[in-house]
């Protein structure tokens, strides 16, 4: 139970990007994979947020005076994960953008069906 | 069969990642480079809010590129989109007159609430991003509610390019004038927990709020209108 | 002059060739026999010039040399003057072709290609004049379309195999030495181990034997020689192929050297043996399935690969007289084979591209000179006393009896009564016989087409009754490679065991002739009949019914066709076709389901972290 | 002061600048990416001395290193970024004739941000600056591979974007496990610390890096998307795409590699890596019928090649193998750009229908054989000097097993050729004998293209003129100590 809750965020990041690779790798419909592309972008995204935390941590700033700063957590993962955040974004909305644009074009979005482009 | 052989690839993995966990303790003291930040965060930059700091002085530039990957995706959507022939006038079922007067009412509500969380940046949570995100949930509100109004696809476009010139040229300027480095706050600092503090920041968090709102208003335009 | 200027006006020449075409037609063809005369001129300046100059540093910091001695020299005049007869033969067989501005181009570009690989100095200007060469001879090969196109990918797939393994060697040289110049890398090698030097044999051996078509390497070469352009053919076989001989020359006797080469390795299975081995191989199989093969310049091509043999046998031989006799051979190949080449381009020139030796006959009337130029052909390729082949193949014959070689000696004679067999076969249907009706009237070969036959006509006797002139040559060539010098007088050769003096020869021919010539004139008792005027079983024959030139060698043919396949060709087809359906199956990985793609992704992933979990090794 | 920061900036900034120049005048816009690249090349080339003197330090925000971003313009960086500069001019020369049909502006925007995406991972020094970087080039990829909106260009694009976003998140989540361990992001940071962690807990971060990195790069088993993307891009695109995005990518692998984890026992399997990536690459294209298609399997095997090279961990090797991009830069450049107009004027991809055509385009189908000859390694161009490089220093290692892989590679080398020559013969000796009408490319295209082939005949005739920076490109990556040292302070 100890190391469950020492580690229950690791657990949950992982299981994220886990169930996120899962789905890509096994789903045949292109919405789904995409949409584990963005579970496996929040599980890393997580990850990131749990290395940096500390126990009982604050956020880092300063809004009044007398917070300690060693009781702070870690700042840069926090600004990793607000460019990573981005960065899905506009992976996420260029992935849609494509999936409509495939739609037209094959009337499906099964990506067992979308293979003109092989070999 | 595939979904075995994936289990067992991500269960290695996994073992892999475990191991490798063991070095990173969860909860354990701060790093070395947060910590230098935590400490000196202030004096350095003058925000309060060291993400802040961090997000726009000491890693300022991975802000720009991330604002560029954004800009991207604006136009990257656009460029796929563009070629798709619009259908014929869609039927818009006009929303009622509730929703309609709920729109209007809340539409500057939301943008100044955005307005406020990106000015804000370097004092409390928030900050451009989150601030442009909420500008463009306003629009999306009115896209959803008030359905037969348009932005103004020009004036949308010439705020992305100012903002994002915005930043680039308060860059340059520190190379110029702020003992020769991009991106070098060469403002004065201000006082600490005021408004008017910590140099280029709230001036660059103005810009990155008005070209990320502009901008994901831009995606979600293309998406309702061209599909 | 320089050596650096003569490749500049080899070089820029082509360019100049091509450019002037652009303008007119008849200032290209001037420029172009202008710069080929030009360099038959310079180049016979230079004879008896020693030098060695660097003419360029640029590369990787490697000195690249150009050098000048008489193996060098002997080479680059008959490449420059069979380059110039073949231009000149072309002025008027290329002139209503298409591209011909390429096509003139291309063959300068090969001449100063060829000139620069016999001028270099150093290893890295070889292979670099020798890459030029293989690329334009298959922009050449490729010209003819059709057929053309396969003869094309596989010269220069074999090609290609050929130049890699000569950069491993020449890099593996370069890397061990520091040096490519060709004397330091010489006298660096003499110290080193046997295995080394065998190594560096071999992968040389399979770059020049490709070019030279040695017997399982010579695939390529039929089809390349029958689908050129004749000139280029003649060219082709004449002189590109020989850079083969030049290559083993070059790499026996100057790199590695006389005296480590002979014998390097065991008993029988010495270096230089078994490359006489294949050379008589090579001397053999090819000179018989030459007498089965219908089309003119295929028949020539496989004369081509067995001539080569007997290059490779002299030389491989070792002794002063072998030598000698081997590089002689390729001259005098090289005359004939031009000549029997531009004979049989006259023809096709004359019946609009025909080659088919089944559907020629009688041409003899219509164009005495190709005939004339065939006879000597022939004659040569044979061996007739009184041409060039004559001394060459006597040196090499002579060089395998005094070596104690018999079976050798044998293969060489073997070899010779397939010639004499195939090359009849040759004449016969192209030039004797019966005359097929559409024949009747054909183009004239111009003036320009003559003047090369004629000259190669008159080499070819002038090298037979004086073999002095060129033995003198290859005499310093091979003194320089370590040989004794052999005796050599303006009629022949001087040994002890026996001399070859063409002049008691000639003599004696010119006597015995004269007798028959007065036999035959007083004897005659012949009357001519008109070409249709036969008669069988008492009823006139019809026209085109029965004509001698089909299915010659019938019988022959029927025997030999299962034994004289060319089972290398076969092999080769074979393989080719299994590394296609491997590449085949290979892109099937490529499946294009996006899924199986991320698949590949974790599955690259967890391979690499069960491997270090497991064994940690990296 | 010429500052290298202003090398990803000033594209940048007419990047942002674009929309508002398009609103304004929609002719001018085309001619924006031409002068931005001049721009690069001219400060690139500037910097050059200075760098081969030293190595400048770029402290953005003013810094120190372990705490803000800093470019690390050494020997590499700034010969790839000159590599860059001059491919993106010479392709957005070409581009103005060749881009015709739909929306232009954001075409022009894209390829800004492409390249400005490639300099900046060639010249940061932090790991997660590399990353939004990296993320800046494969975005912009997906879209540029669908531009033209046809059924391949989509399919492709999509399956790109899910291998590089997978791709991409492994990056993150190594970047985030190094992190974990160091506490720091700057890569000479990390370099100077990475000795004192345990193997395993370093390998899984490594791997993931390398894989996330590797897809972008092409490395075999990660490439899987490059035959279709580089196919259904727009010609313009795939010579950038095969010359200037994947040798970006498999220089972030090998800088990670050798700077970052000094894993030279991990190069030995890359070795075996890279030939097998070339076999496979050869192979593959060998039997292809799509000309495009074709030069994108190409296009794996050289990156094999380039592999190869480069872990053999010598002097030599590395840069041998910075040579061998160079020229294959050009050389597939060349070839991609030839190819467009060739396919724009037959309209078909397949390289049956291109018989005849070195009637109808003469200099095209010179350009492009020019090309073919450089990638196969004939000389006297410049794919000839980078191979014979290439096996030098394989055989000056005095390995055995090198010998024999280099045999190997030259059997790749010979399928490559066989499949290069009958292109060439279906372009000049197939097809009819008439008199076909002349229909050239462009001759602002065709320019473009010929400074392509000046620079590879020039290059293959002198290499020692880039001897000096491959020399010191190599150093930068054999003494990963002086890395440290010169960031750090």
């Not at chain 1, 995204?45 to 809004?63: E, H, Q, R, W």
């Not at chain 1, 067992?112 to 092989?118: A, G, L, N, P």
């Not at chain 3, 041409?387 to 040196?395: E, I, M, P, R, Y």
């Not at chain 4, 590089?164 to 700057?186: A, D, F």
Request: proline share 3%; charged share 10%; net charge positive.
């Amino acid at each position: 139970m100890e190391f469950l809750s020492n580690y229950i965020y690791y657990i949950g990041a992982f299981g994220l990007i886990f169930i996120g690779l899962f789905i890509i790798l096994v789903k045949h419909n292109l919405i789904k994979v995409i949409i584990g592309i963005g579970i496996l972008d929040t599980g890393v995204n997580l990850f990131l947020i749990a290395v940096g935390y500390i126990s009982k941590g604050t956020a880092p700033i300063f809004s009044k005076a007398g917070l300690d700063a060693n009781n702070m957590v870690d700042p840069v993962p926090q600004a990793l994960v607000l460019t990573s955040i981005v960065i899905g974004v506009a992976i996420l909305a260029l992935a849609l953008s494509l999936a409509i644009r495939l739609y037209k074009h094959y009337g499906t979005l099964d990506l067992r069906k979308i293979k003109e482009q092989r070999w | 069969m595939k979904k075995i052989i994936s289990l067992i690839l991500l269960f290695i993995i996994c073992l892999g990642i475990v191991f490798c966990l063991q070095d990173i303790p969860f909860g354990a003291a701060k790093t070395k480079v947060g910590h230098y930040y935590i400490d000196n965060g202030r004096e350095e930059t003058g925000a309060t809010n060291i993400v802040t700091s961090v997000v726009l002085n000491y890693r300022g530039f991975d802000t720009l590129g991330e604002v560029t990957i954004l800009f991207l995706a604006a136009i990257g959507l656009g460029a796929v989109l563009a070629t798709l022939k619009k259908k014929g006038k869609r039927q818009i079922e006009p929303a009622s007159l509730i929703l309609k007067t709920g729109c209007r009412f809340l539409f500057p509500l939301i943008l100044l609430f955005g307005a406020y969380i990106f000015i804000h940046g370097h004092l409390t949570p928030g900050g451009g991003f989150q601030g442009g995100a909420i500008i463009a949930s306003a629009f999306l509100l009115v896209y959803l509610g008030c359905r037969e109004r348009k932005i103004n696809e020009v004036a949308n476009k010439i705020t992305e390019s100012i903002a994002g010139l915005v930043f680039i040229v308060m860059g340059l300027i520190g190379l110029t004038v702020g003992g020769h480095y991009f991106l070098s706050n060469f403002m004065p600092k201000g006082e600490i927990n005021t408004l008017f503090s910590s140099g280029i920041i709230p001036i660059i968090y103005i810009a990155i709020g008005f070209k990320v709102g502009s901008e994901l208003t831009g995606i979600i335009d293309n998406l309702m209108e061209k599909s | 002059m320089s050596l650096e200027l003569l490749l500049i006006i080899a070089f820029s020449g082509a360019f100049l060739t091509y450019l002037s075409g652009k303008i007119s037609s008849q200032l290209r063809d001037g420029v172009a026999v202008l710069i080929s005369l030009g360099l038959v001129a310079i180049v016979s300046f230079l004879y008896n010039v020693q030098t060695e100059t660097v003419f360029y540093q640029g590369f990787f910091g490697i000195s690249l040399i150009l050098r000048m001695n008489s193996l060098a020299w002997f080479f680059a005049i008959a490449i420059v003057s069979f380059t110039a007869l073949c231009i000149i033969y072309s002025l008027s067989y290329m002139k209503d072709c298409e591209r011909s501005n390429y096509y003139y181009f291309m063959m300068l570009l090969i001449n100063a290609s060829m000139l620069t690989i016999v001028l270099a100095g150093d290893l890295v200007t070889f292979f670099v004049a020798w890459e030029i060469m293989s690329w334009s001879t298959f922009l050449l090969i490729s010209y003819n379309r059709n057929g053309a196109l396969q003869a094309g990918i596989k010269y220069i797939v074999l090609s290609l195999i050929g130049s890699m393994c000569m950069l491993v060697g020449i890099l593996s040289i370069y890397t061990s030495f520091g040096t490519v110049n060709i004397a330091d890398v010489a006298n660096h090698l003499t110290p080193s181990s046997v295995g080394y030097k065998l190594f560096l044999l071999i992968i040389f051996s399979i770059t020049f034997g490709i070019k030279n078509a040695i017997m399982p390497l010579h695939t390529w070469l039929p089809d390349a020689y029958a689908e050129s352009p004749s000139p280029f053919s003649a060219v082709l076989s004449g002189m590109l192929t020989r850079m083969g001989v030049f290559g083993f020359l070059l790499i026996m006797y100057v790199i590695v050297g006389m005296k480590t080469t002979l014998h390097l390795g065991r008993g029988f299975l010495s270096f230089n043996t078994i490359l006489c081995w294949l050379g008589a191989i090579t001397i053999v199989i090819p000179t018989f399935i030459a007498m089965l093969q219908n089309d003119a310049k295929k028949l020539l091509a496989w004369h081509g690969i067995g001539q080569g043999g007997y290059m490779i046998v002299g030389i491989a031989f070792g002794t002063s007289l072998g030598a000698a006799g081997g590089i002689f051979h390729t001259l005098n190949h090289a005359t004939y084979i031009v000549l029997l080449f531009l004979s049989v381009g006259a023809i096709e020139y004359s019946t609009n591209g025909l080659r088919d030796l089944n559907s020629l006959g009688g041409l003899f009337k219509k164009m005495p000179i190709a005939f004339f130029g065939g006879l000597l052909g022939i004659s040569g390729l044979i061996g007739v006393p009184l041409t060039n082949g004559f001394v060459s193949k006597w040196l090499i014959y002579k060089t395998l009896i005094l070596g104690n070689a018999p079976f050798l000696a044998f293969a060489a004679l073997l070899g010779t009564w397939g010639t004499v067999l195939s090359v009849y076969k040759f004449l016969h249907n192209l030039f004797l016989g019966q005359l097929p009706e559409e024949h009747k009237e054909i183009k004239k070969a111009p003036l320009t087409m003559q003047i090369p036959i004629v000259i190669l006509s008159f080499t070819i006797i002038l090298f037979g009754i004086l073999p002095g002139l060129p033995l003198k040559v290859i005499n310093s060539i091979i003194v320089a490679a370590g040989f004794q010098a052999l005796d050599i007088n303006i009629w022949g050769v001087t040994s002890e065991t026996g001399t070859l003096n063409m002049l008691n020869i000639f003599a004696a021919i010119a006597v015995f002739g004269a007798i028959f010539w007065g036999i035959f004139k007083v004897a005659r008792k012949s009357t001519p009949v008109d070409q249709y005027d036969n008669y069988a079983a008492g009823a006139a024959v019809p026209k085109n019914k029965y004509h001698y030139t089909v299915e010659y060698y019938a019988p022959f043919y029927r025997m030999g066709k299962p034994f004289l396949k060319d089972i290398f060709d076969m092999f080769y087809n074979r393989i080719a076709e299994a590394i296609g359906s491997i590449c085949d199956s290979v892109r099937k990985i490529y499946t294009g389901y996006v899924g199986s793609y991320v698949m590949y992704i974790v599955l690259f992933i967890a391979s690499l972290i069960f491997v270090q979990l497991t064994w940690s090794i990296f | 002061m010429v500052n290298p920061i202003l090398l990803i900036v000033v594209p940048l900034g007419l990047a942002f600048a674009l929309p508002i120049v398009n609103l304004i005048s929609k002719k001018i816009i085309k001619y924006i990416p031409v002068l931005a690249f001049l721009f690069n090349l001219i400060l690139s080339l500037l910097l050059i001395p200075k760098v081969l003197e030293q190595t400048i330090i770029v402290k953005i925000g003013g810094f120190h290193p372990p705490f803000g971003i800093n470019l690390f313009v050494g020997p590499v960086g700034i010969l790839f970024s000159t590599l860059i500069a001059l491919a993106g001019f010479l392709v957005s020369i070409y581009a103005l004739s060749y881009i015709k049909e739909g929306p232009k502006e954001k075409y022009h925007i894209l390829y800004l941000l492409l390249l400005t995406g490639a300099t900046g991972v060639v010249l940061t020094g932090d790991m997660f600056n590399l990353f939004v970087f990296f993320e800046i080039l494969c975005i912009s990829s997906y879209a540029l591979v669908a531009y033209l909106g046809n059924k391949a260009g989509i399919e492709s694009s999509i399956k790109y974007l899910i291998q590089g976003s997978v791709g991409s998140s492994l990056l993150l989540l190594g970047i985030g496990l190094l992190y974990g361990q160091l506490g720091t992001l700057n890569m000479a940071d990390i370099a100077n610390q990475i000795n004192s962690i345990s193997s395993p807990s370093i390998f899984v971060p490594m791997i993931f890096i390398i894989t996330g990195l590797g897809i972008e790069a092409a490395i075999f088993p990660l490439n899987a998307w490059l035959p279709d993307a580089h196919s259904s891009a727009p010609s313009s695109i795939s010579a950038i795409l095969s010359g200037i995005a994947i040798e970006v990518g498999l220089y972030a692998v090998i800088r990670v590699i050798f700077t970052i984890f000094n894993a030279s026992s991990f190069l030995m399997f890359f070795v075996f890596l890279g030939v097998l990536t070339l076999l496979i690459g050869e192979m593959s294209a060998f039997s292809q019928k799509n000309i495009k298609r074709m030069l994108a399997y190409s296009s794996i095997g050289q990156i094999g090649l380039i592999m190869f090279a480069i872990s053999l961990n010598t002097q030599l090797g590395i840069s041998a193998g910075f040579f061998q991009m160079i020229s294959h830069t050009l050389g597939k450049g060349l070839l991609f750009l030839s190819v467009g107009f060739l396919i724009y004027k037959t309209g078909s991809m397949k390289i049956s229908s291109f018989e005849g055509i070195g009637k109808k385009m003469p200099i095209t189908s010179l350009l492009f054989t020019i090309g073919a000859f450089s990638i196969v390694g004939l000389p006297p161009f410049a794919g000839f000097a980078s191979k014979f490089m290439i096996i030098k220093a394989a055989l000056t290692t005095g390995q055995l097993l090198f010998t024999v892989l280099i045999g190997v590679i030259l059997l790749g080398t010979v399928i490559e050729g066989a499949y290069f020559f009958k292109v060439i013969q279906s372009i000049y000796f197939k097809g009819t004998t008439d008199i076909i009408k002349r229909d050239e490319a462009p001759l602002i295209a065709l320019i473009s293209m010929s400074i392509f082939v000046l620079l590879i005949i020039f290059i293959g005739v002198y290499p020692d003129f880039i001897a000096r920076i491959l020399n010191s490109a190599a150093s930068e990556f054999i003494n990963r100590i002086d890395y440290i040292r010169s960031v750090l302070g």
